[in-house]
């Protein structure tokens, strides 16, 4: 009977009964003998069935996926005016949009910068669309002073341009590039150091961090894609990572249909 027993259990949840038979509840049931041979069995049955872990595995990821799906999109509906309507945020594209794409991003991740060609495209391809620009910076002080400054730039209506040559730059982007960049754009370079600091930049980074906190961020970029305006109750796309033009078209597509 208990081999009987071990077995259907196993198929369940074979990685957790090593674990099961040290647990208190199980100590009071199952004597020293008995929990050797239930992980005897365990043992056994994965060794001759290695296919259940794979299964067990998948069953895992299916459901973290799926909780940091749910808690992300608590938080972008609680948090929805910061993400979508705050005045602070660069934007691109339609101020008229039916459909919004807000991007978190920090200039120093690669991946990141593998996106910048596909939003791009999105863009134009769209004129329905909307892009938001949320910088995270977690890549240490330099992408932090980068994040500030491209926040700056809006001052001087050169956020897009400046954006981009952020975004192209090869190697480690240390305050000395992030400035020669500005010049570059055109920037004044004196004003920009001085508008870096604006409340309204402190402001609106420390809103991002809170935000992607509570969205439980764990890299760059994440992608949100919503109908404008944001409403709760209609459906909305939550993407972590990178993702092709077609999966992104599809949300576009879906948000305001």
Do not use: W
């Not at 239930?38 to 259940?52: R, S």
């Not at 929805?80 to 978190?104: I, Q, Y």
Request: with cysteine.
């Amino acid at each position: 009977m208990l081999r009987k027993t071990v077995s259907i259990v196993s198929l369940l949840a074979a990685t957790a009964l090593p674990a099961l038979a040290e647990s208190p509840s199980s100590a009071a049931s199952f004597s020293d003998a008995q929990k050797t041979e239930i992980q005897t069995i365990v043992h056994d049955y994965l060794v001759k069935n290695p296919e259940v872990l794979v299964d067990v595995s998948k069953a895992l990821q299916e459901k973290q996926n799926h909780e940091m799906q749910s808690q992300a999109k608590n938080a972008v509906i609680e948090n929805a005016p910061k993400l979508f309507s705050a005045k602070n945020s660069p934007t691109v594209g339609s101020e008229n949009a039916d459909v919004t794409l807000v991007e978190f991003f920090d200039y120093q991740c690669v991946h990141c910068k593998h996106m910048v060609g596909v939003v791009d495209e999105l863009t134009k391809k769209n004129k329905n669309l909307r892009v938001v620009f949320k910088q995270f910076p977690i890549f240490g002080q330099d992408s932090e002073y980068a994040a500030r400054a491209a926040l700056a730039a809006q001052y001087q209506s050169k956020f897009t341009a400046f954006h981009n040559a952020l975004m192209k730059n090869e190697g480690r982007l240390t305050s000395d590039q992030v400035m020669k960049l500005a010049k570059a754009s055109g920037l004044n370079v004196k004003k920009l150091k001085q508008d870096m600091d604006k409340p309204e930049v402190n402001q609106e980074l420390r809103d991002n961090m809170e935000v992607a906190r509570k969205m439980r961020l764990m890299g760059t970029p994440a992608f949100i894609v919503s109908g404008t305006p944001f409403k709760k109750d209609k459906e909305f796309f939550f993407v972590p990572g990178s993702a092709s033009m077609e999966t992104l078209q599809s949300y576009i597509d879906k948000a305001k249909s």
